[in-house]
């Protein structure tokens, strides 16, 4: 089955930097674009970034535009996000997600939390 597992959260102190990591198994990872999600504290999801199947086509949200980098390595199903010049409105709780046959799947997510 699709298993997505988030890790490389923290805490970290404005400014600073941090790479969250996804490793996916259970689908053949090349065919499918991934993305981050990350749910703020109220519980709101909101939509970081995304990336075509073959790594070719990046988008992100205006919160992390030039700041955040989303990347996959398809030989080893790795999905990457570097987050650098953190702020505190970046804590949350971040998803890596994909959608299969209309279907979403995430992880259990791993938490970041920004503070002086």
């Known amino acids: 089955q699709v298993q997505l597992v988030e890790s490389g959260g923290g805490f970290v102190q404005p400014g600073g930097s941090l790479r969250l990591s996804c490793a996916a198994s259970?689908?053949?990872?090349?065919?499918?674009?991934m993305s981050w999600v990350r749910q703020l504290p109220g519980e709101v999801i909101e939509s970081v970034s995304s990336i075509n199947f073959d790594g070719t086509t990046t988008t992100y949200s205006p919160y992390v535009e030039g700041r955040f980098t989303i990347s996959r390595d398809n030989d080893e199903n790795m999905l990457y996000l570097q987050m650098d010049s953190l702020k505190p409105e970046d804590t949350a709780l971040y998803f890596c997600q994909c959608i299969i046959l209309g279907q979403q799947f995430r992880g259990q997510g791993t938490r970041v939390s920004v503070s002086p």
């Open positions: 259970g689908f053949t990872f090349r065919m499918y674009a």
